[in-house]
């Protein structure tokens, strides 16, 4: 079945079903027609309540859905519309790295990527008609079958020509409130007798209103939630409420207020010097970035101000005044050269300064004693990080692009609060403190510093150092006394300028040589002769890449070690007895490599791509955890061997002396996908083998040109193709014995000569077809193009009693799009569907012959015209990007209109 978020309701779900089947009605999603539906009412009636109900019930129909939860506020932000277009398209066509310029290119998009799909959208708290006609403006924007749930407050934006239906919600009968109250406050569906007249007063108090009921009781848990990255929230009715009560403190005049956070009433105050120390608490957050002129007086009335937060406002002037009531002082685009002459800031707890010419007097942070954040970016005139040992409390340090930062005080090694420090991208930085004795770190990087070359000594035990990156850094070697790293479990250390020197006394036996580029390092880093007792590494992710691995002659010259198990397959048993991720891409891996893993029991992933590895040692087979093998790109592995029983996913894609993959013949039981593009060799070698067999579980992709000959349904060579196809099956018996679905496809260029540029999204999609269409499941992968042909053979495995129509309807689409341009040129392949076939496996073989009296199918090859269009979320930088997300491509049912049949080539096969 297609996978679905689902979405937390409500606790008590007292007056749901009755309102949810109320509303189904309305959406009747048995009619192949394109519908929007408005629930209107007051705030807290529930209208979030019931459309998450809705959404959870039926999204599962849909071939893709989307609910965007408070529209209201998430449009008011900058480029808050925009940033739901990305959100909404992200959701339906899976890719999160799609980037939209503005509303109108976003509408463009909407409209070219979902007019064929059957969607399902929620519009949660819309309140301005912008917002609907910049997310669902028309229906035919989305595919057939598409629903369009909106709530709102406002009945009149739902009077409206392309809102089908519109349901009021109504509040809670007294019955329904009196049982809501009780569970929330009693657990029971009453309440005890001592608390019915009490009880009988809340209701009156409240109405039917659910939220007003609920705040009444267990409020902490209602209205207010903190996520699992400390995230606080609220619900939008408390907020509007909480801010109501702000306004009224003065109606007219907003510097009398104790909170600023309207945006008008905030540049009001600003620019015409309009506060008082009434204000407590300020938020600038503008609709578009802009410009806002300050005063040297501009601060100096605000003595009460405890927290300032700029989103995207540019400052011009420089105040003389900053209230020494601040607790948060978090502000990019700061004009300040130099903190006012009054400020001390003892009580400041979270200080966030970028993009500004700050300096930072070595004398200033003697007072900052309550500080826990501090967080320097683009700060061009910050030199050094100065003696900060008066800030104790100090737990997270950041400086991020400064790039006249040369020293970081050696006070800052001797914070026993501090769990974060990152360093970054600052060029010029030479001088990190003399040593560490950080107890409570727990990450610790430091990326593009060039000019960096050692690293500190180590002299307390860090048990809690959890991951340690290392990026583009001039250091030659860790220091001995790196032992203390006792809890290290996440270490990379990527395209460092010289090669790094491991200590032999390292407790952590991980790595064997790291080498950036083996064109102009040529000293080998040898790895410890000592091994200490394999429980004590805990290494879980190491990732090296572009480095040189190989092991030390003298390590594996030597006798073997007491604690050390060699195997007759080549394989020791001394590192690594907790990875997890093991990352060598573009790396020099020897066989020697595997001698020294010690993983067996613990390795889940294991990436070796782009190297020069021949083949794959046989004690492979001994990672009975390894769930996932990327070898893409080993232009000299010939072959891969015995792999562990429950391995899931294999990437050999582009493994042009591949020879032998024994397993794929004998019923490789690999649960999701077998990536085998572009192995021209093997394809040859194993000709008409396997992997066609019934053992063989998920998806394979390799070269060839042939649908299997067992194929009891297949259309082989059409005299036209096209770049999707359909399957229709009608009069199916046996459906109960049906146990898998096998189907497969031949696809390829449309020419087989020239350059191939680019990557394509392949979807297989299975309805059954009855009164209503079902989705039973959706299959996706995204390939990178060969210039030849391939054959993708998929078997699926039914869910008990999941067909229920003797009518099944597969879909295949395939598009391609460019990776980068040539001389100006997009260069893209039009990929073609050349054959495709279905076959039905059944639990008694006699049963699975074809039946000509009662079996029906129906073949369409179809060209869905690919050609580029004006693509607002296209950048030069994501054309040039060979990882980039590809979009997805779905038909209508119908893929051949009357006027499109010279495209279309439609046979039958009884």
């Given at each position: 079945?297609?996978?679905?978020?689902?979405?937390?309701?409500?606790?008590?779900?007292?007056?749901?079903?009755?309102?949810?089947?109320?509303?189904?009605?309305?959406?009747?999603?048995?009619?192949?027609?394109?519908?929007?539906?408005?629930?209107?009412?007051?705030?807290?009636?529930?209208?979030?309540?019931?459309?998450?109900?809705?959404?959870?019930?039926?999204?599962?129909?849909?071939?893709?859905?989307?609910?965007?939860?408070?529209?209201?506020?998430?449009?008011?932000?900058?480029?808050?519309?925009?940033?739901?277009?990305?959100?909404?398209?992200?959701?339906?066509?899976?890719?999160?790295?799609?980037?939209?310029?503005?509303?109108?290119?976003?509408?463009?998009?909407?409209?070219?990527?979902?007019?064929?799909?059957?969607?399902?959208?929620?519009?949660?708290?819309?309140?301005?008609?912008?917002?609907?006609?910049?997310?669902?403006?028309?229906?035919?924007?989305?595919?057939?079958?598409?629903?369009?749930?909106?709530?709102?407050?406002?009945?009149?934006?739902?009077?409206?020509?392309?809102?089908?239906?519109?349901?009021?919600?109504?509040?809670?009968?007294?019955?329904?409130?009196?049982?809501?109250?009780?569970?929330?406050?009693?657990?029971?569906?009453?309440?005890?007798?001592?608390?019915?007249?009490?009880?009988?007063?809340?209701?009156?108090?409240?109405?039917?209103?659910?939220?007003?009921?609920?705040?009444?009781?267990?409020?902490?848990?209602?209205?207010?939630?903190?996520?699992?990255?400390?995230?606080?929230?609220?619900?939008?009715?408390?907020?509007?409420?909480?801010?109501?009560?702000?306004?009224?403190?003065?109606?007219?005049?907003?510097?009398?207020?104790?909170?600023?956070?309207?945006?008008?009433?905030?540049?009001?105050?600003?620019?015409?010097?309009?506060?008082?120390?009434?204000?407590?608490?300020?938020?600038?957050?503008?609709?578009?970035?802009?410009?806002?002129?300050?005063?040297?007086?501009?601060?100096?009335?605000?003595?009460?101000?405890?927290?300032?937060?700029?989103?995207?406002?540019?400052?011009?002037?420089?105040?003389?005044?900053?209230?020494?009531?601040?607790?948060?002082?978090?502000?990019?685009?700061?004009?300040?050269?130099?903190?006012?002459?009054?400020?001390?800031?003892?009580?400041?707890?979270?200080?966030?300064?970028?993009?500004?010419?700050?300096?930072?007097?070595?004398?200033?942070?003697?007072?900052?004693?309550?500080?826990?954040?501090?967080?320097?970016?683009?700060?061009?005139?910050?030199?050094?990080?100065?003696?900060?040992?008066?800030?104790?409390?100090?737990?997270?340090?950041?400086?991020?692009?400064?790039?006249?930062?040369?020293?970081?005080?050696?006070?800052?090694?001797?914070?026993?609060?501090?769990?974060?420090?990152?360093?970054?991208?600052?060029?010029?930085?030479?001088?990190?403190?003399?040593?560490?004795?950080?107890?409570?770190?727990?990450?610790?990087?430091?990326?593009?510093?060039?000019?960096?070359?050692?690293?500190?000594?180590i002299e307390c035990k860090m048990e809690r150092l959890t991951i340690l990156f290392l990026k583009r850094v001039a250091i030659k070697e860790l220091p001995p006394s790196i032992v203390y790293f006792t809890g290290l479990s996440n270490l990379y250390i990527r395209d460092c300028i010289n090669p790094i020197h491991l200590p032999?006394?390292?407790?952590?036996?991980?790595?064997?040589?790291?080498?950036?580029?083996?064109?102009?390092?040529?000293?080998?880093?040898?790895?410890?002769?000592?091994?200490?007792?394999?429980?004590?590494?805990?290494?879980?992710?190491?990732?090296?890449?572009?480095?040189?691995?190989?092991?030390?002659?003298?390590?594996?010259?030597?006798?073997?070690?007491?604690?050390?198990?060699?195997?007759?397959?080549?394989?020791?048993?001394?590192?690594?007895?907790?990875?997890?991720?093991?990352?060598?891409?573009?790396?020099?891996?020897?066989?020697?490599?595997?001698?020294?893993?010690?993983?067996?029991?613990?390795?889940?992933?294991?990436?070796?791509?782009?190297?020069?590895?021949?083949?794959?040692?046989?004690?492979?087979?001994?990672?009975?955890?390894?769930?996932?093998?990327?070898?893409?790109?080993?232009?000299?592995?010939?072959?891969?061997?015995?792999?562990?029983?429950?391995?899931?996913?294999?990437?050999?894609?582009?493994?042009?002396?591949?020879?032998?993959?024994?397993?794929?013949?004998?019923?490789?039981?690999?649960?999701?996908?077998?990536?085998?593009?572009?192995?021209?060799?093997?394809?040859?070698?194993?000709?008409?083998?396997?992997?066609?067999?019934?053992?063989?579980?998920?998806?394979?992709?390799?070269?060839?040109?042939?649908?299997?000959?067992?194929?009891?349904?297949?259309?082989?060579?059409?005299?036209?193709?096209?770049?999707?196809?359909?399957?229709?099956?009608?009069?199916?018996?046996?459906?109960?014995?049906?146990?898998?679905?096998?189907?497969?496809?031949?696809?390829?260029?449309?020419?087989?000569?020239?350059?191939?540029?680019?990557?394509?999204?392949?979807?297989?999609?299975i309805y059954s077809k009855g009164i209503e269409s079902k989705l039973i499941t959706k299959r996706d992968e995204h390939v990178r193009a060969q210039g030849s042909n391939h054959v993708w053979l998929e078997y699926l495995v039914l869910d008990p009693f999941v067909l229920e129509e003797d009518k099944l309807l597969f879909r295949f689409n395939i598009i391609c799009y460019p990776k980068r341009k040539v001389k100006?040129?997009?260069?893209?392949?039009?990929?073609?569907?050349?054959?495709?076939?279905?076959?039905?496996?059944?639990?008694?073989?006699?049963?699975?012959?074809?039946?000509?009296?009662?079996?029906?199918?129906?073949?369409?090859?179809?060209?869905?015209?690919?050609?580029?269009?004006?693509?607002?979320?296209?950048?030069?930088?994501?054309?040039?990007?060979?990882?980039?997300?590809?979009?997805?491509?779905?038909?209508?049912?119908?893929?051949?209109?009357?006027?499109?049949?010279?495209?279309?080539?439609?046979?039958?096969?009884?």
């Amino acid at each position: 079945m297609v996978s679905h978020t689902y979405l937390n309701v409500t606790k008590y779900p007292v007056g749901l079903e009755s309102r949810v089947r109320d509303i189904n009605v309305l959406l009747s999603i048995g009619m192949n027609d394109k519908r929007m539906v408005g629930i209107f009412g007051g705030g807290g009636i529930g209208k979030t309540t019931i459309a998450k109900a809705i959404y959870n019930s039926i999204a599962y129909q849909f071939e893709d859905s989307c609910f965007l939860a408070n529209v209201r506020e998430n449009s008011k932000r900058e480029c808050g519309l925009v940033q739901l277009q990305e959100t909404l398209l992200s959701d339906i066509l899976g890719n999160s790295s799609l980037k939209i310029r503005n509303v109108d290119g976003g509408i463009n998009i909407i409209k070219e990527r979902l007019c064929n799909k059957r969607i399902l959208l929620v519009l949660d708290d819309v309140d301005e008609l912008i917002q609907l006609e910049s997310l669902s403006g028309e229906h035919e924007w989305f595919g057939m079958g598409s629903r369009i749930i909106i709530t709102t407050r406002d009945e009149h934006l739902l009077i409206n020509p392309k809102v089908d239906f519109r349901y009021k919600m109504n509040e809670l009968n007294h019955n329904e409130a009196f049982q809501l109250f009780s569970q929330h406050a009693f657990q029971s569906n009453k309440p005890t007798d001592d608390f019915v007249e009490l009880t009988k007063h809340a209701l009156h108090y409240a109405g039917g209103l659910p939220l007003a009921l609920t705040v009444l009781v267990l409020m902490h848990k209602s209205l207010v939630t903190i996520d699992e990255r400390n995230k606080f929230d609220m619900h939008d009715s408390l907020q509007d409420m909480g801010r109501e009560i702000v306004r009224q403190e003065s109606c007219k005049e907003p510097g009398k207020r104790s909170r600023l956070w309207f945006h008008e009433d905030v540049r009001h105050v600003f620019e015409e010097n309009m506060g008082t120390n009434k204000i407590e608490g300020i938020l600038v957050d503008l609709p578009e970035r802009d410009l806002i002129c300050l005063s040297s007086k501009t601060f100096e009335k605000m003595t009460r101000l405890r927290l300032f937060i700029n989103r995207n406002a540019r400052f011009f002037g420089s105040p003389r005044y900053l209230s020494n009531e601040l607790r948060v002082l978090d502000w990019p685009g700061c004009p300040l050269e130099y903190f006012p002459s009054n400020f001390h800031g003892k009580k400041l707890v979270i200080l966030r300064i970028s993009n500004s010419p700050l300096k930072l007097p070595k004398e200033r942070f003697k007072d900052f004693q309550n500080m826990r954040t501090m967080k320097f970016g683009l700060c061009k005139f910050l030199t050094e990080i100065p003696n900060i040992s008066r800030i104790p409390n100090l737990e997270v340090l950041r400086v991020e692009k400064c790039e006249s930062l040369v020293k970081v005080h050696d006070s800052v090694g001797l914070l026993k609060k501090l769990s974060i420090l990152r360093i970054s991208e600052c060029n010029n930085l030479i001088t990190l403190p003399r040593s560490l004795k950080l107890r409570s770190l727990e990450t610790l990087e430091l990326l593009d510093c060039a000019r960096l070359q050692k690293f500190p000594e180590i002299e307390c035990k860090m048990e809690r150092l959890t991951i340690l990156f290392l990026k583009r850094v001039a250091i030659k070697e860790l220091p001995p006394s790196i032992v203390y790293f006792t809890g290290l479990s996440n270490l990379y250390i990527r395209d460092c300028i010289n090669p790094i020197h491991l200590p032999n006394s390292l407790q952590l036996q991980h790595l064997n040589i790291l080498r950036q580029d083996q064109e102009r390092c040529s000293k080998v880093v040898k790895l410890p002769t000592k091994v200490r007792d394999e429980r004590e590494s805990m290494l879980s992710v190491v990732s090296t890449e572009e480095f040189e691995i190989s092991s030390s002659t003298n390590l594996f010259a030597s006798p073997p070690l007491a604690n050390a198990h060699i195997f007759d397959d080549g394989c020791s048993f001394i590192l690594f007895p907790a990875l997890r991720f093991l990352d060598h891409e573009r790396s020099i891996v020897k066989s020697e490599f595997f001698m020294a893993l010690n993983c067996f029991s613990s390795l889940d992933k294991l990436v070796l791509s782009e190297t020069e590895i021949v083949s794959l040692p046989a004690c492979i087979k001994r990672f009975v955890r390894l769930r996932a093998l990327l070898v893409r790109n080993c232009k000299q592995l010939k072959e891969i061997p015995e792999l562990p029983p429950d391995i899931e996913n294999i990437w050999a894609d582009g493994c042009v002396s591949l020879e032998s993959f024994p397993e794929l013949s004998s019923g490789l039981r690999v649960g999701k996908w077998i990536d085998l593009s572009g192995c021209y060799k093997l394809a040859e070698n194993i000709g008409n083998q396997g992997p066609y067999n019934d053992y063989f579980g998920g998806g394979i992709l390799i070269p060839g040109n042939k649908i299997p000959a067992w194929f009891s349904h297949r259309m082989e060579n059409p005299s036209a193709g096209g770049n999707s196809c359909a399957i229709y099956i009608t009069g199916l018996p046996f459906l109960d014995e049906i146990k898998k679905i096998a189907f497969c496809v031949v696809f390829g260029p449309l020419e087989l000569s020239g350059p191939k540029y680019g990557s394509c999204n392949l979807r297989w999609t299975i309805y059954s077809k009855g009164i209503e269409s079902k989705l039973i499941t959706k299959r996706d992968e995204h390939v990178r193009a060969q210039g030849s042909n391939h054959v993708w053979l998929e078997y699926l495995v039914l869910d008990p009693f999941v067909l229920e129509e003797d009518k099944l309807l597969f879909r295949f689409n395939i598009i391609c799009y460019p990776k980068r341009k040539v001389k100006g040129i997009d260069i893209r392949t039009q990929f073609l569907v050349k054959s495709c076939g279905v076959h039905l496996i059944h639990e008694h073989g006699e049963n699975a012959k074809d039946h000509p009296s009662l079996t029906h199918v129906d073949f369409y090859f179809c060209f869905e015209s690919s050609d580029d269009k004006s693509d607002e979320s296209s950048t030069e930088e994501d054309e040039c990007d060979e990882e980039s997300d590809i979009p997805e491509c779905s038909a209508e049912d119908d893929d051949c209109d009357d006027e499109d049949e010279d495209d279309c080539n439609l046979e039958s096969s009884y």
